[in-house]
Each structure stands twice: as C-alpha cells, then as structure tokens.
C-alpha cells in the first residue's frame, strides 16, 4: 500500500455499499471505517516497529535479538496472510493485509 493509512480500494468499495443501503445507519458506516482504520493502523505500526527491530539487530550483529524481532514479524505476517473480517450490525467488510 502506498499511503499506509489510507484504505484499499475494495475495502472503499464495500464500504461505500454499505452506505448506500436503505437500511444502513451512519453509525454502522462510520464504526466500520474506524476499525478498518485502527486494524491496517496496528498492523503498520507494528510491522515498521519490527522491521526497525530486526534492521538495529542487524547493524549491532545481535543474533539473539534478530531472531526474536524476526519471529515476531513472521507471526505476524501470518496472522494477517488471510486478511481479517471486521463485523457491525450484520454487515461484514473484508480488510485486505499485502
């Protein structure tokens, strides 16, 4: 993703779906932006933290702590290799992780 905060364009494509259904509340629609925000937020945040990590074991030849940073950061790639879900009021907008 180019600008990491901003939102994948077939997360804005369900997204404004949503929005365009009768029965939508402004409510829902704007929960659903706020968790998808928060959700690709975190995983950003934490996937720069960690790269920094594994890049500064790297440098100092700390091995004890590259494979600890790089465990992580495989954790977590993984955790998000499916991309995640994210539910309101029965609508469901799927979030895709690169």
Do not use: C
Not at 89 to 98: H, S
């Amino acid at each position: 993703m180019e600008n990491q905060f901003a939102l994948d364009k077939k997360v804005m494509k369900q997204l404004q779906l949503i929005g365009t259904l009768q029965r939508r509340s402004k409510k829902t629609v704007h929960s659903l932006y706020a968790q998808a925000i928060l959700e690709y937020s975190l995983y950003h945040y934490n996937k720069n933290q960690l790269e920094g990590l594994i890049d500064q074991a790297l440098e100092k030849r700390d091995k004890e702590a590259f494979l600890t940073h790089s465990t992580k950061y495989n954790e977590l790639l993984y955790a998000h290799r499916e991309g995640k879900t994210i539910r309101e009021d029965g609508f469901e907008v799927y979030l895709p992780f690169e």
